[in-house]
């Protein structure tokens, strides 16, 4: 795509707010030059107010890909949109459209055709409802205030095709810088803050008119606030207007912070282009200075003047590129990320080079001995991406910024965009990635661009070869993973080969060390499977890959070898109190103390869990945790051994085997020991990360042996029994749609058995919801006695012989331990009188919406056992859903057993479904993210 100049557009804009009914009248011109040698007979404007207007539109969809409720269960007057009433050309009206797709894009039939090199005139009037913050931050608040951001309508650039796409709350609108005129009516007692120019201003007894103007601009922020809450800091060449606070800081300190700060960006960016520059709080929520913000403030892991600078500095750098890099941010958003972050990196190395990642929890005893303590804040970038990358969850930097997994669009692809940058820069050396980033933004301030150009840019400042770095870094999802091997030494020289265990053609450090000081670096390139060299000892007693852990590599534990001898190269052993951050000269042992409740009759379990789990996910990991039970008073816990193995570019792209263990209470004084060998296999839509759909296939063998019951003579099954299990599931998992199917045979001694369990929910555009379930099940062979339902399908409580649900007293006939509910099997929440089937079952479950979290059940199904007939169950009751799948509360109204509220013991049939699994728990939070 070439690039071309946009022209000399303008923007007139007449707006006036009724702030009460969150409503804005705009009467507009637009003016859009065609520097194209294209002719036009159509032209697109971009709407984005208009992408809140219902829960069709890309935006709601987007919002609830991310499990975000606000939007779908909100009222109609709390969401926003545009009615346009006029749009002219010359006085004439002009037909126009908006895309069934896009619905916040208008396509415009014009009168006449656009020439080339000529420009186009539009004059619309419409009427804009302002959405509730709510929803992206910006809009109405609930106090009054009005935060702006994409509310009026602006001419798609055309450069050769149509750079259009709807809003995705991404905060990426790509439109042509423009000379924008804003005349602003709204009541007296608001006060109007916005980057452009104010040329005029005129009251009258209840509103104040203000008057905007300003050249060659793209933002259109504007915030209306009851009080007076930004404030300006003005230097030689700009005023820094904010509303970012903090409290524990003077004025003057923040004058001196942010001095400092517009001085380094003037340093290293260059000079801003404009007079001023806004920086807003909810930008700073938005998308914070991510670390350790999550842990609680009274936590003062870093200095109070600290947070508040590294805030105003990400502010300030993402406000500076997104108003004069004139790039595509929606399909080239890693170059803004990979400028930020790398002078994010820049800053903190300068001004505090020995901050520590931890802050000052580095110093406290106790925690100054673990490896995270050691690491410096600039760690946390290379951290975090590879928190993806070891999971096979990161993704192409080049890829579309709606296209991103919420944790990359956030978190992993910026980090990887700035490390990228730092590990180009270490290879070039001399500062020529610094110096080339300033010029070429000097060079194409305020002019259309894309990473073509700066990489051809970059390419012309620096001998060295770095198509790696645009081939293999930024256009690939290709890891780093390198591995010295084979080394022979002599007094003077030593020979090595470094083998790179992936398919790329990325450098790799070579560091030579005596007594961890460093007496040589070179970069070794072009490695394609194994490169063998000989290089000078010089007194060297070790040789290490990326000593300086720029570089962002998969693995680091086999970077190293000792020229002392082969004991040496053996990694001593580490023992640490709770999980760490690898460190790769280790092999790492953790403990963790363990206090648990699993079931009533061990009741508190306390133990020691030893492990080799890291904050990084490893290939090989074990578990084993030892526990003492003091309610049975007996030893108990598991032991768990896996080996994972991540594909890439497949569909399938995890592989998981390994054994687990575990000896617990099954029942007072009664215990199991199960051991598991098993295999899983993880598919997912390769080119689709965002997608929930996931396929799972299960195949383990589960080996149980029981204490005896003796006292139970209905239980009249073996003890000790095995089961070869395979399991199929398929899911397609959202807010609104969930879908989900799963497949189980098993096969033991005395029986065969196959089982279908299907749920669907529904969440209707009403805020009604419909879950539906289906499961049938049927023995292939059943030679089990009559007299036991141990292994039977189960129409409200399953047996749970392969013990694999969260019971908290699986053995229990009465309390309220009983009436705990496992959505499965049968799925019934009465207790009737035919609880289990030996020889088929089909029910279907279903549930919808009363009001809010309240929901009406209905249950029917067949029980089939030997000798009888089928008979037909139902039941119904009411269903209080206050979080769906973990804590849900049933209360039965009429079933088999006819009216159930009227009947002794009501109390008794309530069902609850509850988990204190931290794992079911974590995943509320994932689900958002990944």
Do not use: C
Request: hydrophobic share 35%.
């Amino acid at each position: 795509m070439s690039m071309i100049s946009f022209g000399q557009n303008t923007i007139d804009i007449k707006a006036k707010f009724d702030i009460e009914k969150n409503q804005i009248s705009i009467s507009q011109t637009i003016r859009y030059h065609n520097t194209t040698s294209d002719t036009l007979k159509s032209v697109y404007l971009n709407d984005w107010n208009h992408s809140y207007s219902s829960k069709k539109t890309p935006l709601a969809k987007r919002l609830t890909d991310e499990y975000k409720t606000a939007f779908h269960f909100a009222k109609e007057e709390e969401r926003g949109f545009t009615t346009l009433i006029s749009l002219k050309q010359f006085d004439k009206n002009l037909s126009f459209e908006r895309l069934k797709n896009n619905p916040d894009v208008i396509k415009v039939i014009l009168k006449d055709v656009l020439q080339p090199h000529t420009s186009y005139t539009l004059e619309l009037d419409y009427l804009i409802k302002v959405p509730r913050d709510k929803f992206t931050n910006y809009g109405a608040a609930t106090n009054g205030d009005l935060n702006l951001r994409y509310w009026y309508i602006t001419p798609a650039v055309y450069d050769g095709e149509w750079q259009y796409y709807s809003n995705k709350n991404l905060d990426d609108l790509f439109i042509p810088k423009a000379d924008i005129t804003i005349k602003a009516e709204f009541p007296k007692n608001y006060h109007l803050t916005s980057e452009l120019n104010r040329v005029s201003n005129t009251e009258t007894p209840t509103n104040k008119t203000v008057t905007l103007e300003g050249k060659d601009r793209v933002s259109s922020k504007l915030f209306l606030n009851k009080e007076s809450k930004f404030t300006a800091i003005q230097n030689d060449s700009l005023a820094i207007i904010s509303d970012i606070e903090e409290k524990n800081l003077e004025l003057l300190e923040k004058i001196l912070i942010t001095e400092k700060i517009t001085k380094f960006l003037s340093d290293n960016l260059g000079a801003y282009p404009h007079e001023s520059l806004v920086l807003a709080q909810l930008e700073a929520s938005k998308n914070p200075v991510y670390g350790l913000n999550f842990l609680p403030k009274f936590l003062k892991t870093y200095s109070t003047s600290f947070q508040y600078e590294l805030k105003i500095l990400k502010v300030t750098l993402q406000n500076y590129l997104e108003n004069t890099l004139l790039i595509n941010p929606r399909k080239d958003q890693w170059l803004f990320d990979g400028i930020q972050v790398y002078f994010l990196m820049k800053y903190v190395e300068l001004y505090y080079p020995d901050l520590k990642f931890l802050g000052s929890m580095s110093n406290i005893w106790g925690i100054r001995s673990f490896h995270a303590a050691s690491l410096k804040y600039n760690d946390k970038y290379i951290l975090a991406y590879m928190l993806m990358a070891r999971t096979n969850r990161d993704q192409i930097l080049s890829m579309p910024k709606d296209s991103l997994l919420k944790f990359n669009e956030n978190i992993g692809n910026k980090y990887k965009a700035g490390i990228g940058f730092q590990y180009l820069d270490d290879f070039i050396n001399a500062d020529v990635l610094e110096v080339t980033i300033k010029s070429f933004l000097k060079a194409y301030k305020l002019k259309p661009t894309s990473p073509k150009a700066f990489e051809t840019y970059l390419k012309a400042q620096t001998p060295k070869d770095i198509d790696w770095f645009f081939k293999d870094y930024i256009n690939s999802r290709s890891k780093i993973d390198f591995k010295i091997k084979n080394v022979s030494k002599t007094q003077d020289s030593v020979t090595l080969t470094i083998k790179n265990k992936r398919h790329n053609s990325m450098p790799i450090s070579l560091y030579t060390l005596k007594n961890d000081s460093v007496i040589s670096k070179i970069w070794v390139e072009n490695i394609i499977g194994n490169k063998t060299l000989t290089i000078p000892r010089n007194h060297a007693n070790k040789l290490v890959l990326n000593y300086n852990n720029v570089i962002p590599e998969n693995n680091l534990r086999d970077n190293w070898k000792s020229l002392k001898g082969f004991f040496f190269n053996n990694k001593p052993l580490q023992f640490r109190l709770f999980k760490d951050i690898e460190d790769p000269y280790y092999n790492q042992v953790f403990f963790m103390p363990i206090l648990e409740f699993n079931n009533i009759y061990d009741g508190i379990d306390i133990g020691i869990r030893t492990y080799n789990k890291t904050i990084l996910r490893k290939h090989f990991t074990y578990s084993l945790e030892p526990q003492y039970s003091l309610k049975s008073k007996s030893l108990t816990g598991g032991a768990s051994f896996s080996v994972n193995h991540f594909i890439e570019n497949k569909n399938l792209y995890a592989i998981r085997y390994g054994l687990s263990g575990s000896y617990k209470s099954y029942a007072k004084d009664l215990f199991v020991r199960q051991v598991s060998p098993f295999v899983n296999f993880s598919f997912r839509e390769d080119d689709n990360f965002r997608s929930n759909k996931r396929d799972v296939l299960t195949v383990r063998y589960v080996d149980i042996k029981r204490d005896d019951d003796v006292l139970n003579i209905s239980n009249s099954t073996k003890p000790n029994y095995s089961i070869f299990n395979v399991k199929y599931l398929k899911s397609n998992n959202n807010l609104i749609t969930h879908n989900q199917w799963d497949t189980d045979l098993e096969i033991g001694k005395t029986f065969s058995k196959i089982a279908l369990n299907y749920e669907y929910r529904k969440l209707f555009e009403s805020n009604r919801q419909l879950n539906l379930r289906f499961f049938t099940g049927a023995f292939l062979y059943n030679k089990t006695p009559l007299e036991t339902n141990y292994f039977s399908f189960a129409l409200d409580r399953p047996t749970d012989y392969l013990f694999e649900y969260n019971y908290l007293g699986r053995s229990e006939a009465s309390g309220i331990f009983s009436q705990q509910y496992i959505d499965a099997e049968g799925g019934f929440k009465s207790k009737l009188d035919t609880p289990f089937a030996n020889q088929w079952i089909t029910t279907l479950n279903s549930s919808t919406t009363l009001w809010k979290y309240v929901l009406v059940y209905g249950d029917i199904g067949l029980v089939k056992n030997k000798f009888n007939s089928a008979k037909l169950v139902y039941d119904s009751g009411i269903r209080i859903n206050l979080v769906t799948d973990y804590f849900e509360v049933y209360f039965p109204i009429y079933s088999n057993l006819g009216w159930e509220v009227g009947q002794p013991r009501y109390d008794e049939k309530i069902r609850f479904k509850f988990t204190l699994d931290p794992q079911s728990l974590l995943g509320l939070f994932r689900r958002r993210w990944y």
